[in-house]
T-cell receptor, first 114, second 115 residues
Framework: NAGVTQTPKFRILKIGQSMTLQCTQDMNHNYMYWYRQDPGMGLKLIYYSVGAGITDKGEVPNGYNVSRSTTEDFPLRLELAAPSQTSVYFC?????????????FGPGTRLTVL | DQQVKQNSPSLSVQEGRISILNCDYTNSMFDYFLWYKKYPAEGPTFLISISSIKDKNEDGRFTVFLNKSAKHLSLHIVPSQPGDSAVYFCAASDHSGGSNYKLTFGKGTLLTVNP
């Protein structure tokens, strides 16, 4: 049981390049979330999904896209990388139980855009 | 507009003493609160939570207190250990319909426990 896994761990992009951050969970969780954490700041929600085929915007969605074709995978796409997207990205998942908010986080992807 | 505030960026305590981390919130719709612990280069790890129908929840050395009228919660760690040194995030959730259990995080407090 690996929990939530993210790849890659580190990446350096040039301005204007594109990339996909991968996230996979093996806990059969319905809910999945993408956050970014900037230095000295809390985690901010980018996008989330309540199940396969269903996604919605969070607090800071601009510059990102997501898809959810399976329960296990929730990739985050950056189309035209900008320096403002330099951050640490965390993926999380949650069981579908009512009344339980606990989310399980992956180890993160550290992205630098130069 | 920060809905969850952790006003102390850092806290330093001696091993064996009590650590008290504080968190304030402004959104009255929040009804579930969580604390996460984060080590460098790792993802946040769930520590303890509390529902708004309670004012205290305890799990071993960790106790969370909730004061709804003051919109304030605190995490107590007794006794503090060097391995507790980490960043602690307070998070809040609104369990009403349509919220999808999204979490709103504070900026975190760096706890350092000195041997």
């Amino acid at each position: 049981n690996a929990g939530v896994t993210q790849t890659p761990k580190f990446r350096i992009l040039k301005i204007g390049q594109s990339m996909t951050l991968q996230c996979t969970q093996d806990m059969n969780h319905n809910y999945m979330y993408w956050y970014r954490q900037d230095p000295g700041m809390g985690l901010k929600l980018i996008y989330y999904s309540v199940g396969a085929g269903i996604t919605d915007k969070g607090e800071v969605p601009n510059g990102y896209n997501v898809s959810r074709s399976t329960t296990e995978d929730f990739p985050l796409r950056l189309e035209l990388a900008a320096p403002s997207q330099t951050s640490v990205y965390f993926c999380a998942s949650r069981r579908g139980l009512a009344g339980v908010s606990e989310q399980f986080f992956g180890p993160g992807t550290r992205l630098t855009v130069l | 507009d920060q809905q969850v505030k952790q006003n102390s960026p850092s806290l330093s305590v001696q091993e064996g003493r009590i650590s008290i981390l504080n968190c304030d919130y402004t959104n009255s719709m929040f009804d579930y609160f969580l604390w996460y612990k984060k080590y460098p280069a790792e993802g946040p790890t769930f520590l303890i939570s509390i529902s708004s129908i309670k004012d205290k929840n305890e799990d071993g050395r960790f106790t969370v207190f909730l004061n709804k009228s003051a919109k304030h919660l605190s995490l107590h760690i007794v006794p503090s250990q060097p391995g507790d040194s980490a960043v602690y995030f307070c998070a809040a959730s609104d369990h009403s319909g349509g919220s999808n259990y999204k979490l709103t995080f504070g900026k975190g407090t760096l706890l350092t426990v000195n041997p």
